[in-house]
């Protein structure tokens, strides 16, 4: 099974506004995932920090 070239799951977190966001957002750290658990994983945490999504 080959891997992707690009991860199939990313996000981009800004801390300081407590936002995540789906697509590239200026001052977002990138964050990408190799597996479909982690990512969900991941956003249950910010979830439960109330980080808010865009």
């Known amino acids: 099974m080959e891997t992707p070239a690009h991860p199939r799951w990313e996000?981009?977190?800004?801390?300081?506004?407590?936002v995540v966001s789906f697509h590239p957002e200026a001052g977002g750290q990138y964050l990408a995932f190799q597996s479909r658990e982690l990512f969900l994983c991941c956003i249950d945490q910010y979830?439960?920090?109330?980080?808010?999504?865009?």
């Not at 979830?47 to 865009?54: A, E, L």
Request: charged share 25%.
């Open 11 to 18: 996000l981009w977190v800004d801390p300081v506004r407590r």
């Open 47 to 54: 979830t439960q920090q109330q980080y808010r999504y865009q």
